[in-house]
């Protein structure tokens, strides 16, 4: 198992650096009047798939918390409730 680990961190290195060499040109980004400064384009597209993969991950780690809250406010809903007064010993 750690073999096919080491071997597939292996070719996804290689995979990223031929990736990046094709890459490499310089490109200008504007978001209204804002200019950034050149950029290689493998670079603008790693910042992109890492901000994507972080909002997807902060979105999933929300909903998550949610549903755990929801199943949780059943449960309590669904225990027995014992009278008040009642303590469970005899």
């Given at each position: 198992?750690k073999t096919?680990r080491?071997?597939?961190?292996?070719?996804?290195?290689?995979?990223?650096?031929?990736f990046?060499?094709?890459?490499?040109?310089?490109?200008?980004?504007?978001?209204?009047?804002?200019?950034?400064?050149?950029?290689?384009?493998?670079?603008?597209?790693?910042?992109s798939?890492?901000?994507?993969?972080a909002?997807?991950?902060l979105?999933?780690?929300?909903?998550?918390?949610?549903?755990?809250?929801?199943?949780?406010?059943?449960?309590?809903?669904?225990?027995?409730?014992q009278?008040?007064g009642?303590?469970?010993?005899?």
């Amino acid at each position: 198992m750690k073999t096919t680990r080491l071997v597939f961190a292996a070719l996804l290195v290689v995979v990223l650096l031929v990736f990046s060499v094709y890459n490499s040109q310089p490109v200008n980004l504007s978001i209204f009047d804002h200019q950034s400064p050149q950029l290689p384009l493998f670079l603008v597209l790693l910042i992109s798939f890492f901000l994507g993969f972080a909002a997807a991950a902060l979105w999933s780690t929300m909903r998550v918390t949610q549903l755990r809250r929801q199943i949780a406010k059943m449960q309590r809903e669904t225990e027995p409730r014992q009278p008040e007064g009642a303590s469970g010993k005899s």
